[in-house]
T-cell receptor
Framework: ETGVTQSPTHLIKTRGQQVTLRCSSQSGHNTVSWYQQALGQGPQFIFQ???????GRGNFPPRFSGLQFPNYSSELNVNALELDDSALYLC?????????????FGEGSRLTVL | GEDVEQSLFLSVREGDSSVINCTYT??????LYWYKQEPGAGLQLLTY?????DMKQDQRLTVLLNKKDKHLSLRIADTQTGDSAIYFC??????????FGKGTKLSVKP
């Protein structure tokens, strides 16, 4: 039990639609990051938030956006969905990112785009 | 650039030791990580090692780090069928993110 919960667990959207995925971080963890895991691949870094500000971003277009709230919850929003956005989206919670030694993931939200 | 390489498959017999290897490129990573992913599930943090250590042991798990060769390994002693999963090696990136390999699928035969 990591204390990181994500919702929804599964969802299906069609091309061009928009989606919001949610994450509740472990209490006290001020850093949340989001990853995209395509089938058969390792997770790819989307972005990271620290104290409600984005402080790192991977190679993803601006239609991927996020928010972090003071209550340790966060959102990943994806606009204008494409077929290639079909993936498992993972949220990770930590005290300060990958340089802190403990970075815990939720179970993920599996998005299918038709 | 930042990159992590792992072999894709490993098959062992129950009771044997498993050794999963990984190479990475960023020597400035503070920590290196091993995660386990079972089918349809998220990532479970198995263990991590601080970059100035060369070994860490945690019950059946032993992590070896060769910083000179940028080589990380995970040894699982007395491998059980419940250890069958995909194992990911990860290094810390320049933005505080994790950079993952493609994962090693471990199959444990009874």
């Amino acid at each position: 039990e990591t204390g990181v919960t994500q919702s929804p667990t599964h969802l299906i959207k069609t091309r061009g639609q928009q989606v919001t995925l949610r994450c509740s971080s472990q209490s006290g963890h001020n850093t949340v990051s989001w990853y995209q895991q395509a089938l058969g691949q390792g997770p790819q870094f989307i972005f990271q938030y620290y104290r409600e500000e984005e402080n790192g971003r991977g190679n993803f277009p601006p239609r991927f956006s996020g928010l972090q709230f003071p209550n340790y919850s966060s959102e990943l929003n994806v606009n204008a969905l494409e077929l290639d956005d079909s993936a498992l989206y993972l949220c990770a919670s930590s005290l300060g990112g990958a340089n802190t030694g403990e970075l815990f993931f939720g179970e993920g939200s599996r998005l299918t785009v038709l | 650039g930042e990159d992590v390489e792992q072999s894709l498959f490993l098959s062992v017999r129950e009771g044997d030791s498993s050794v999963i290897n990984c190479t990475y490129t960023d020597s400035s990573s503070t920590y290196l990580y091993w995660y386990k992913q079972e089918p349809g599930a998220g990532l479970q943090l198995l263990t991590y090692i601080f970059s100035n250590m060369d070994m860490k042991q945690d019950q059946r798990l032993t992590v070896l780090l060769n910083k000179k060769d940028k080589h990380l390994s995970l040894r699982i002693a007395d491998t059980q069928t419940g250890d069958s999963a995909i194992y990911f090696c990860a290094e810390g990136g320049s933005q505080g993110n994790l950079i993952f390999g493609k994962g090693t699928k471990l199959s444990v035969k009874p």
